[in-house]
Nanobody, 116 residues
């Protein structure tokens, strides 16, 4: 079965960096676009970044463009989200997702808290 396991979240000061990882299993990772979403308390879920199956194309939310970088290693079945220059408004649970017919598969999420 499809499994997505995020890791790398934590508490970081404003201006700091974190690297999130998402380990995928149960499907042919290299043929799927992968996305990162986030959800903060009381806010709508937001698509943060996406990456094509080969990694040649990426897209970002305006709120993170220039600060976050999405990448993937198809040999390791892992997608990453490098987050730099973090701001308090980046505080959220971050989820890795894989599209599916009629919806998507989601991981359990990893908490990112940006606070001094």
């Amino acid at each position: 079965q499809v499994q997505l396991v995020e890791s790398g979240g934590g508490l970081v000061q404003p201006g700091g960096s974190l690297r999130l990882s998402c380990a995928a299993s149960g499907f042919t990772f290299s043929i799927f676009t992968m996305n990162w979403y986030r959800q903060a308390p009381g806010k709508e879920r937001e698509l943060v970044a996406g990456i094509s199956s080969s990694g040649s194309r990426t897209n970002y939310a305006d709120s993170v463009r220039g600060r976050f970088t999405v990448s993937r290693d198809n040999a390791k079945n892992t997608v990453y989200l490098q987050m730099n220059s973090l701001k308090p408004e980046d505080t959220a649970v971050y989820y890795c997702t894989r599209p599916s017919v009629g919806g998507a598969y989601w991981g359990q999420g990893t908490q990112v808290t940006v606070s001094s």
